[in-house]
RNA sequence: UCCUCGGUAGCUCAAUCGGCAGAGCAAUCGGCUGUUAACCGAUGGGUUGUUGGUUCGAGUCCAACCCGAGGAGCCA
C-alpha cells in the first residue's frame, strides 16, 4: 500500500508511489486523458489519468467524477514544469468514496448573495482558505505575543448580567428567569484579572447588536483584549505599537504564498514598523480641516474621515485623548486637559479604519462612581466592578484589537465578512 | 432607520417603444494524448421575488409587500 501523503509536502516524495485523500476541485478530459485537480485541504495537485495506464473501470470512474466528490488517489509524484508547484500525479488507481450531487459552486462567477448562502462550501475554494489561514495565523501570532511576555490568558463570559454601555447594542438571552445578554467585550473582567496577575489577556467572541451596515461591521465578531496593571496610556500606546507590529511581520513571513494567492500588495505591510506616529485627536481635526473638510473639535470621525488621515500616513497612526463627553463610563481623564480621556485608537493604513482601541481605565473610586452616575447606570450592578478600585486600585490600560478588521486588512479584503468563517451580520445568520 | 440600485434557467446576465423567454457557464450525452476557468458538437432546463392593478396584450407600466447589494447613520 502507498504512503497516504498531503499535497503540501509532495515535493519530498518525487518518484515514489503515494496515495492522496481528497476532493476533486476541477476536471478537463481529452479522450485518453483525464487531468484531475485534485485538492486535499492543505493543496491543489493535478493528477493525470492516462487511459493506457490504468483499469478500464479506473479509467471510467475518471470520466464520471463530478465536481467535489470524494476520491482516494494512488499515483507516481513526478516533476512537471507545467505544473504551477512543479509536480503533477501519474495516477495508477483511483477509488470513489462518495461521488458528489450536482455541485452549486461552479469555477464561474457568483454574486455575494449567493456565495454567502454557500458559505458551508465556498470555503472549499483556494482564496477562503487562503484568507482563512491568514486568520488563523493572526489569532496564534496574537496569542504567542502575549505568551510569550508574561500574559496570562484569562477567558472572559459570554453572558454577561449586565450592560457596560446602552442596551440597545445588546443581544438579550433568556437565562432560565431571568435575562442576560451575550458579551460587547472583555475589558472589565480583564480588569479584574489584571489586579489579580499583573498582565492578562482574552480571545473570543464578542456581540454587538447594532444596525450596522457596512463593509465594517459584523454582529459576532472576535476580539484579543490585553490589560495591564501599573500602566499608563503612553505604555498602552508603546505596547499597541509593539504588539502590532510583530504580529504584522510573523503574518508576512509565515503566509507569504497565501497572501500572494490573495495579490495583496506586501509592500504596504512591510512598511508596519516602529514607531508608529501619535496625534492627538485636536490635532486629527486640525488635520482634517486644513484637508478641507466639515468637521468641528467634539465631532466623531466618520469612516471617510478615519481614510483620509489614515492616507496621511505610511503606516498604522495612533491617534489619542478624544472629547471625554462620547466616550465610555471608564475611561480615565486627562488630569491635564480634562476635556479629553486618556484613551487611544490605532487607524490601520489605506482606509481600512480602527483596529484598535483602547486606553487608560479610571481608577479612582468617587472619580468612577461619578461617572457611572453621569452616564445613568446603577452603581448597584458594577458594585463587583467597583470593588478593583476597593482594594488596592492601580493605574491601568489595556486595549482590544478586532481579529477581523486586521484580517481584512492584511489580506486586502474589501468586506470583513469573508475575514470570519461564518459571518454573522445583520439580516445573516446562516449558515 | 434613511437614500440609491436590483430580483428573469442551478449560476452570471440579456430581452429595443408594452408584442414569440435568450446567451455563456453548470448539468446530461458524444468527440479529442497535455489540458491549465481546456476546447468542439448535441440535449434537457422558466409560475420572470409575492400580491393586486392598468391594458387586446405585462419580464417591461402602477401600488403595496418580501428579499438582496451599495452607501449613510449608528458603532466599548
Redesign the pocket.
Known sequence: MPEWVYIKDIAQYEGQEVELRGWLY????????H?L?VRDGTGTL?C?V???DVSAETFALG??L??ESSVVVQGTVRA?T???IGF?L?VSALHLTQQAH???????????????DHRHLWLRSSRQQALLRVRSEVIKACRDYFDTRGFTLLDAPIFTPAA???T??LFPVDYFDDTVYLT??G?LYMEAGAMAFGKVYCCGP?F?A????????LTEFW?I?PEVAYCDLDGDMDLAEDFLETVVQRVLTNRQAELQTLERDITKLAQVRKPFPRISYGEAIERLQSTGVDIQWGD?????DETILSEQFDRPVIVHRYPIA??????KTDPQHTTVAL?MDVLAPEGYGEI???GQREDDLPVLQGKLEAHDLSEEAFSWYLDLRRYGSVPHAG????IERMVTWLCGL??V?ESIPFPR????VTP
Open positions: 476541477n476536471k478537463r478530459s481529452s479522450g485518453k486523458l487531468f485537480q493535478q493525470v492516462f487511459k493506457g470520466q464520471d463530478t465536481q512537471d507545467r505544473s504551477p503533477e501519474g450536482a455541485y452549486p459552486i461552479s469555477p464561474k462567477e457568483h454574486g455575494v448573495a449567493f456565495l454567502l457596560c454601555e446602552g440597545t447594542t460587547q467585550s475589558q464578542t454587538r447594532e444596525k450596522s451596515k457596512t463593509r465594517r461591521h476580539m483584549e466623531d470621525f466618520g469612516g471617510d462620547n466616550k465610555a463610563f471608564y475611561m484613551c484598535i482601541g483602547g486595549f482590544g484589537m478586532g474589501h468586506h465578512r451580520m445583520l439580516e445573516r
